[in-house]
């Protein structure tokens, strides 16, 4: 998946130094347009902004079968991911009409794939998916390491394309169509084709940037909770933690203070021994007041 490169406010920006979710609420208050890409060892993905909107979030995992995941829990994980050193945040001012065109991917719908230059040429399939009018897109791998593509379709216009050489070098515009159906003649490609639906941009429509006025607990807390909770549980802890924290309607990164009672209520029930749990209460009780 090749998106636009926009213009490039950010970049190499590493996730050691970065408190994600005030930057992406920083970005929230300049009425950002455009999208945050996140780069790690095989995984990569973004969150899509439009006016200062979260409007959707995209993560993309695997290497040769490629997992794309959207919505709220590609949002929740990019975040958490985000707690690991080693990865890379650049950020991509683009038009409104460009952003929602990428931020609707996730809603995809295969119509076509591994479609081979010998037997369709790509200017007949940009000229077919224009006459169905569908919202869409087309990815192009190019044969002989040549690089890769995608151009995007919507109510029979071509609303944006981009290609992205062997080095990841990104063009695009009518130039980067050029080059596609050049590079697609010259070497052959194979080409997908999917559907999607702009209904699908704004899944994180509601997901605005956290209130100033409500405090956050700092995300070591809940660290702390998931190893008590293991001495407890076993391994699963973690896992538990963060499936109670989901269920209220938060995450690792972003847990309103308020609703530390209410976390506590949800896993004092995973503890079967009484004096264990009780002791799991004052020991969470204890914590709190370090935060």
Not at 30 to 38: A, M, N, P, R, S
Not at 104 to 117: A, D, I, K, N
Not at 135 to 142: R, V
């Amino acid at each position: 998946m090749i998106f636009p490169n926009g213009v490039i406010l950010k970049d190499n920006l590493y996730t050691s130094y970065i408190e994600i979710t005030q930057f992406i609420n920083n970005l929230v208050s300049e009425e950002f347009t455009g999208y945050v890409k996140l780069s790690f060892w095989e995984y990569y993905g973004y969150i899509f902004l439009d006016n200062g909107n979260i409007i959707n979030a995209m993560e993309v995992s695997g290497t040769t079968k490629k997992e794309l995941k959207g919505g709220k829990v590609a949002y929740q994980n990019l975040l958490h991911k985000c707690r690991d050193n080693d990865g890379q945040i650049s950020v991509h001012q683009l038009e409104s009409e460009q952003t929602v065109t990428c931020a609707m991917v996730t809603g995809r719908q295969p119509l076509h794939e591994g479609l081979t230059t010998d037997y369709v040429k790509l200017n007949k399939l940009i000229s077919k998916v224009q006459d169905e009018e569908n919202w869409g897109y087309i990815e192009i791998l190019i044969n002989d390491d040549q690089g890769e593509g995608s151009i995007f379709f919507g109510e029979g216009i071509l609303r944006e394309n981009a290609y992205a050489d062997s080095s990841g070098n990104i063009i695009e515009g009518d130039a980067a169509l050029e080059k596609l159906l050049e590079l697609s003649e010259k070497h052959g490609a194979v080409f997908s084709v999917y559907k999607t639906d702009i209904e699908h941009a704004y899944m994180l429509q509601s997901q605005q940037a956290v209130s100033q006025d409500e405090e956050m607990i700092d995300p070591a807390f809940l660290d702390q909770i998931s190893d008590e909770l293991t001495k407890l549980v076993g391994p699963m802890g973690p896992i538990i933690v963060e499936e109670k924290v989901e269920e209220l309607d938060a995450s690792l990164d972003q847990f309103p203070k308020s609703k530390t009672n209410q976390l506590l209520e949800l896993l004092e029930p995973e503890i079967d021994d009484g004096e264990k749990m009780k002791a799991f209460t004052e020991t969470f009780f204890a914590l709190l007041k370090n935060y």
